[in-house]
């Protein structure tokens, strides 16, 4: 599954680091190309086609992707890790890491 994963490691408490996002990705049988939402190359990689695309960051994160991917079919999944998360939280995304992983099952 060719899957983007879109991180703000200025948000909230800044857990959980790149390292850690990409080592609970892989866990979970993913295989993430990595790119933070502040770095050069943000909006080139989203206009790639992605089977999946993972936003960990708060909701000027998620707001920033999804409307990059507006008019495409393509999964968001949301790993809410910023101050209030309220787009998360309103679609039902609540949660903190359990014990040393983030996503990992």
């Not at 502040?38 to 080139?44: D, H, L, S």
């Not at 708060?58 to 787009?87: F, M, Q, Y």
Request: hydrophobic share 40%; charged share 20%.
């Amino acid at each position: 599954m060719k899957t983007l994963l879109i991180h703000n490691p200025k948000a909230g408490s800044k857990l959980p680091s790149a390292a850690e996002l990409t080592r609970d990705a892989k866990a979970a049988q993913l295989d993430p190309i990595y790119q933070n939402v502040k770095g050069w190359g943000f909006k080139a990689a989203l206009a790639k086609k992605w089977d999946l695309v993972i936003v960990a960051g708060g909701d000027g994160t998620v707001t920033k992707v999804a409307r990059e991917l507006k008019n495409r079919k393509t999964p968001l999944a949301i790993l809410p890790s910023g101050t209030a998360n309220n787009i998360a939280s309103s679609l039902g995304v609540s949660g903190k890491p359990k014990g040393d992983s983030w996503c990992a099952p």
